[in-house]
């Protein structure tokens, strides 16, 4: 069992080794996800729609 301080120290060490992303990398990955997520809302938007107009002739609406 490991006494608070000695957990402290141990998370303290693990944190330093830690090599955090520049900003332009930073940014890059933020522009990476809302691109993304914009494409992939724009597929199920047309997806939700296909499915729709399918439904709609089936049960004849």
Known sequence: MTSPAQFIRQVKQEVAKITWPSR?????GTVTV???SVMLAAFLLCVDLLFA???GFVIGG
């Open 34 to 36: 809302i691109v993304v």
């Open 24 to 28: 332009a990398e930073a940014m890059r």
């Open 53 to 55: 107009r399918v439904v």
